[in-house]
């Protein structure tokens, strides 16, 4: 399933947040407050056909060549398990918390 690229608003549903589209020309898909997503697409990015709409806890990191550090979550609901791209306004003080020190440059 291709990419369907989607810039909206939203308040998060976990902390209150609200959320504005990311102007940097990448696409947001979690609260850079609390990290938490929503489970919205089934087949693929941004198709938004998912039934479910469980919210997205964090349950790790994990660095990908190419990719970049990405935020592990698992949908409360249904159990179903994505990786996103930490976007550039993430609360870093989240972030650091859930990489493990032997992989943070940071700490």
């Known amino acids: ?19 504005e589209p990311l102007v940097n020309g990448s696409y947001r ?14 087949d693929g990015p941004g198709d938004r056909l998912s039934a479910c709409e469980g919210l997205m806890e964090v349950t790790g990191m ?4 190419g990719k970049g550090w ?11 398990t ?12 989240v972030v650091q918390r859930l990489m493990r020190p032997e992989d943070n440059p940071i700490i």
């Open 1 to 19: 399933m291709a990419f369907i690229a989607r810039q909206e608003a939203f308040d998060c549903e976990h902390c209150g947040a609200s959320v």
């Open 29 to 42: 898909n979690h609260c850079p407050v609390c990290l938490t997503s929503k489970h919205v697409d089934r």
């Open 62 to 65: 994990d660095y990908r060549s």
């Open 70 to 80: 990405m935020i592990l979550h698992r949908c409360k609901v249904c159990g179903k």
């Open 82 to 93: 994505l990786p996103n791209i930490v976007a550039p306004d993430d609360d870093l003080t």
